[in-house]
């Protein structure tokens, strides 16, 4: 089992930046797609990003292509989430996310096997 915990949320004007990190323990020594998925009140949680166990490749969200950016250092069996341009819409609880790895992109929440608490986001007009 391996367990995430995500920090770096909290409060920002809108369009501030933030960057959000996901730190894996446990058992990480098997390779893992990550991602980073959101989720608003009333609302289903929805993928933001995505990134293969070697970095190389990395996936996004139509509505945050070219503000955010997915990155994971391997050594530090950390990943991050660097957010610019942020919008009152990208308001959210964010959660990081493993997965074996598998087809590409994985996009569906029900691909991955180990969630972290969340970290609160909120981006002020």
């Known amino acids: 089992q391996v367990q995430l915990v995500e920090s770096g949320g909290g409060l920002v004007q809108a369009g501030g930046s933030l960057r959000l990190s996901c730190a894996a323990s446990?058992?990480?020594?098997?390779?893992?797609?990550m991602a980073w998925f959101r989720q608003s009140p009333g609302k289903e949680r929805a993928f933001v990003a995505a990134i293969t166990w070697s970095g190389g490749s990395t996936y996004y969200a139509d509505s945050v292509k070219g503000r955010f950016t997915i990155s994971r250092d391997n050594g530090k069996k950390t990943v991050y989430l660097q957010m610019n341009s942020l919008k009152p819409e990208d308001t959210a609880v964010y959660y990081c996310?493993?997965?074996?790895?598998?087809?590409?992109?994985?996009?569906?929440?029900?691909?991955?096997?180990?969630w972290g608490q969340g970290t609160q986001v909120t981006v002020s007009s």
């Open positions: 996310a493993a997965s074996p790895p598998g087809g590409w992109p994985r996009v569906s929440s029900l691909n991955y096997d180990n």
């Open positions: 446990g058992r990480t020594a098997s390779p893992k797609t």
